[in-house]
């Protein structure tokens, strides 16, 4: 079966522009969720979404937003961009089963310059 | 949220098992201990997960004590391949939706 889908997945920006990442999880999985990777802080979260709500959010400033669509796809927007903001964004999706892994995308690689 | 301490790198050679320890102290009692890795450049993947005793799949084993106090993630035979960083994180319960991730044990298998 299909695993999560992240699109794009290099994306080279300019400070102070804004980006939209997607992210299509594994179907039938309802719950999407994205984190942010950089050499210096490592995995964190970054929110959770469940049937098109936010459930939990990470320590992140408001330019960082998301969402989800009736389909269980999601995209994350981030506005107003610094230099900081170049990570790995990786998004998992998982059944939403207490105690049920999760799969990760491969991640949307982000460069700010 | 519990926290996890690892060791930060281990070294192995192919064909050696490796474990990995993770020491988590303040586990809760509806608290699953996963363990995930990750190569450079993709997102981590779900190895193992298990509550009490052991577990063991195609991949590895996950031995975890009675008090649930630690873990050890076994990696039979290990090839050059699974040189990657390892993660281990508790609290995958009912209600509990983000993955706290720590600093990860960075493992390297050399011929």
């Known amino acids: 079966k299909a695993g999560v889908t992240q699109t794009p997945r290099y994306l080279i920006k300019t400070r102070g522009q804004q980006v939209t990442l997607s992210c299509s999880p594994i179907s039938g999985h309802r719950s999407v969720s994205w984190y942010q990777q950089t050499p210096g802080q490592g995995l964190q979260f970054l929110f959770e979404y469940f049937s098109e709500t936010q459930r939990n959010k990470g320590n992140f400033p408001g330019r960082f937003s998301g969402r989800q669509f009736s389909n269980s796809r999601s995209e994350m927007n981030v506005s107003t961009l610094e230099l900081g903001d170049s990570a790995l964004y990786l998004c998992?999706?998982?059944?939403?089963?207490?105690?049920?892994?999760?799969?990760f995308g491969s991640g949307t690689r982000l460069t700010v310059v | 949220l519990a926290k996890t301490t690892q060791p930060i790198s281990m070294d192995s050679y192919e064909g050696q098992e490796v474990n990995i320890t993770c020491s988590h102290n303040n586990i809760a009692t509806n608290d699953y201990i996963t363990w995930y890795q990750q190569f450079p450049s993709q997102g981590p993947r779900f190895i193992i997960q298990?509550?009490?005793t052991k577990v063991t799949n195609e991949v590895a084993s996950l031995f975890i004590p009675a008090d649930r106090k630690s873990s050890t993630l076994s990696l039979p035979r290990v090839s050059l391949s699974d040189t990657a960083v390892y993660y281990c994180?508790?609290?995958?319960?009912?209600?509990?939706?983000?993955?706290?991730f720590g600093t990860g044990t960075r493992l390297l298998v050399s011929p």
């Open positions: 998992a999706s998982s059944l939403d089963r207490p105690g049920y892994g999760y799969t």
């Open positions: 298990g509550y009490k």
């Open positions: 994180l508790v609290g995958l319960n009912t209600g509990f939706q983000k993955l706290v």
